[in-house]
């Protein structure tokens, strides 16, 4: 069958052409797409992701809270008794009494110096991190699901070449003992065939072993564990393969969400870095209350009960024994850790896109030359019948053509799985289809009064 084909000059020059968001859809099998639809839906990874996610808004939400003004409510009833030589006077002095109160509180941190939104935008660096991180893990898992898929439909070939490798050695046994017993070959011959036949057997319990264990990887990766015995992978011959990026760009790794989620990282920390020094300077709050406050609760409802404040409040850190700078130390060491961790990812990004296509390169390379290998194993064999036909030679040969030809037949099954592998690890290298949002919707305004009212929200509703 037509499988994998050495790239045309035309899909290399389409090369550019981003990752499709569900790149195994182009291999063609309907039961591969249900697999991994079946694992991005129920890993517990994902979820275990997504709920780091929600997590990490929850802290964004409180971040932009600690912004807006803030109300409380609150009453109490009690009944005391003055002792009668204190500091309350008579008539209290000696006798009991009871006090009540309500009170509706308010206060506004005008934030003149955005240590609020300094946390707010770290808070969201930090969620969209989370987030991007959830991507890079979902397109991680839908290539390990299409590999282990491959993985198996291999064994699945090599289990039928070593079905025929034992049949054509018992077949070769069976005639060996035959012209022993013709007087035409020797016991050696004999003992010589008869180790073929277990060693081929040993080398297809080895080929099942891997077939299951491919298998409980896949069952595995699709969170259905019990499944394994019932999964079958299509014929390695029918996967079709798509075309790839055979030329390495720096614009690729822009869509790559480990990237974009150290690049996160790195935002939330220059943040940290904004909001630790706004510590320095002065909080000013406008605080504000109005309530009820009597001793006696006749008096409780009365005007003369009513009392109101209203008024600016500032702190400002004098002394702290170093703590304040100690903490801006902390958030810029914090700081430099994420810019090193984004280099990193883009090193690494870089190195693995260039093993992808490098070993993509080499195996497709390697499709064409072994073919013609099997071809001419092949070739030997129908000759070697012809003359086993014609009484020309012995079935002998006959037996060792096709054993040439099931070894090209493995190398071939294991050359095409490499290069259905080695694409699929391509597709995650290259970002596996994920699209970072758009650089407006996805970032809230940092400064200004023309903020958004609920930038969090915004923020988590545009990714």
């Not at 790839?244 to 614009?251: H, T, V």
């Amino acid at each position: 069958v037509g499988l994998l084909t050495e790239p045309s000059a035309a899909d290399q020059a389409a090369a550019v052409a981003p990752v499709d968001a569900r790149w195994w859809t182009a291999l063609g099998d309907e039961r591969l797409n249900q697999l991994v639809d079946t694992a991005l839906q129920g890993s517990p990874n994902l979820k275990a992701a997504q709920a780091r996610i929600r997590k990490a808004w929850a802290v964004a939400d409180v971040s932009e809270a600690a912004d807006g003004p803030q109300v409380n409510g609150q009453a109490s009833v009690n009944r005391n008794h003055a002792p009668a030589h204190g500091l309350i006077p008579p008539p209290i002095a000696g006798n009991n009494y009871s006090t009540a109160e309500a009170r509706i509180s308010g206060s506004w941190s005008l934030d003149l110096f955005g240590k609020h939104r300094a946390a707010l935008d770290a808070a969201v660096g930090s969620a969209r991190a989370a987030q991007a991180d959830m991507d890079a893990a979902r397109v991680l898992l839908a290539s390990h699901v299409v590999q282990a898929y491959v993985q198996l439909a291999r064994w699945q070939a090599q289990e039928a070449v070593a079905e025929r490798a034992i049949a054509q050695r018992e077949h070769t046994l069976r005639l060996v003992r035959d012209r022993y017993n013709a007087g035409l070959d020797t016991t050696l011959e004999v003992r010589q065939s008869e180790s073929g036949v277990p060693e081929a057997r040993v080398q297809l319990e080895q080929v099942r072993e891997q077939r299951q264990l491919a298998k409980n990887a896949l069952a595995a990766l699709i969170g259905q564990p019990g499944q394994a015995a019932s999964l079958q992978a299509s014929p390695i011959a029918s996967l079709k393969l798509p075309a790839y990026p055979q030329q390495l760009s720096a614009s690729l790794l822009g869509r790559r969400a480990d990237v974009v989620a150290a690049r996160w990282r790195v935002e939330a920390a220059d943040k940290s870095i904004a909001e630790a020094k706004a510590e320095f300077y002065p909080d000013i709050n406008l605080t504000a209350f109005v309530g009820l406050s009597s001793v006696g609760l006749n008096n409780f409802a009365k005007t003369s009960a009513r009392e109101w404040g209203v008024g600016p409040a500032l702190s400002l850190p004098i002394f702290d024994s170093g703590r304040l700078r100690a903490n801006l130390r902390g958030t810029s060491a914090d700081y430099d850790a994420a810019v090193e961790a984004y280099n990193q990812a883009v090193i690494n990004a870089v190195h693995d896109v260039a093993d992808q296509i490098a070993s993509t390169r080499s195996a497709h390379a390697q499709l064409p030359e072994q073919r013609k290998a099997e071809a001419a194993a092949q070739s030997a064999l129908d000759i070697a019948n012809q003359r086993y036909a014609a009484g020309l030679g012995t079935f002998l040969n006959v037996l060792s053509a096709e054993t040439s030809v099931l070894a090209q037949r493995r190398q071939t099954v294991d050359i095409e799985a490499r290069i259905l592998s080695t694409n699929a690890a391509l597709a995650q290298a290259l970002g596996g289809g994920y699209s970072e949002p758009a650089a407006g919707a996805e970032q809230p305004a940092s400064t200004g009064s023309s903020a958004p009212k609920s930038p969090a929200k915004q923020a988590k509703q545009a990714g």
